[in-house]
């Protein structure tokens, strides 16, 4: 069986855990990863070379022969530029699951969705395209999660999460059930989350409070 010749774009620490969960899918091939960082030409990272990537996607795809690209950046917002000029260019991404992750056969998952090693997807969850649901954070029943978002490692959703678009669960954070948290924010590091968080809102704590406000969107760099 023909295997699917993925080219990763990414050499950073984010890229490291990615290109470590796609050698373990007998099904692909990781056939080259790309970086704009020039101080990574050349390099190697778990034994596949790093190549600059000079901004012709689709020159870049040919030379190396893929069949589909996986973003393996952690930054929502740099990530979902990515995704767009992947699309743009006709191109397929495809999902990177690590084998050790547990999903439920009742989860609804887009397109270019990245699982990493020992995360838990339960029944009755969505996850939209773009999103990272990073090592060993636990997704219960019935949460939805929007395009572009990003659930660190150990964070934990209880049931009936919203979790709306390029918002931030921090590592080791909490969020109750039935709470929303609004698109742009970010829920920091070990916080536990009783209430809904608002709009481009940093909270942090126990229980997790507005600490700071930011303005960052998609296309607008901070």
């Known amino acids: 069986m023909a295997k699917n010749r993925v080219l990763v774009w990414g ?3 984010h890229g ?7 050698l373990q899918r ?17 390099s190697n990272l778990l034994g596949v070379r790093v190549a600059l990537f000079d901004g012709d996607l689709l020159e870049t795809a040919s030379r190396f022969g893929c069949d ?19 699309r743009r260019a006709g191109l397929r991404l495809v999902n990177v699951i690590h084998p050790s992750a547990h999903i439920s056969p009742f989860v609804k ?16 969850t969505v996850i939209e395209e773009n999103v ?17 978002c990003h ?23 909490v969020v109750t059930p039935k709470l929303t948290v609004q698109k742009y924010s970010y829920v920091g590091a070990g916080a536990v989350v009783l209430e809904d ?26």
């Open 11 to 13: 050499a950073g620490g």
């Open 109 to 124: 998952i887009g397109e270019g969705v990245t699982i990493l090693a020992g995360a838990t997807i339960n029944a009755g």
């Open 197 to 222: 968080v608002p709009e481009g809102a940093q909270v942090c704590g126990v229980p997790a409070k507005v600490f700071k406000e930011q303005s960052r969107r998609p296309g607008v760099q901070k």
């Open 16 to 22: 490291k855990v990615v290109v470590d969960a796609l």
């Open 132 to 148: 990272c649901v990073n090592t060993a954070a636990s997704v219960d029943h019935d949460n939805y999660l929007e395009h572009s």
């Open 26 to 42: 007998t099904e692909l091939e990781i056939v080259g990863i790309i970086d704009e960082d020039g101080k990574k030409k050349d």
């Open 68 to 86: 589909c690209v996986t973003i393996a950046i952690g930054d929502n917002y740099t990530r979902y530029e990515k995704f767009q000029q992947v």
């Open 151 to 173: 659930i660190f490692p150990n964070a934990t959703l209880t049931g009936g999460v919203r979790v709306r678009e390029f918002a931030y669960v921090g590592p080791g954070a």
